[in-house]
């Protein structure tokens, strides 16, 4: 089995970031929600700087409301 390129890695644990918020949020964990949305940003970072440096095509970045 093929391993996961760095970007590739990256657009799934923003993917899964998105949903961990999505049910934070609806649970009214606000703090961790907060927490996620933190993260989220850090990843979405990392997948432009992955991106620009040549690593492949860029993902839609969707932000998080």
Known sequence: MEQPTKLESLRFVQAMLRE???LT???G???LTY???V????VSDRV???WADGLG????IT???
């Open 57 to 60: 095509s860029p993902l839609q």
């Open 29 to 31: 964990e606000y703090f």
């Open 48 to 50: 432009r700087v992955s």
């Open 25 to 27: 949020q609806a649970d």
């Open 63 to 65: 932000r998080l409301t």
């Open 20 to 22: 961990m918020r999505q």
């Open 35 to 37: 927490l996620i949305d």
């Open 39 to 42: 993260a989220y940003l850090e």
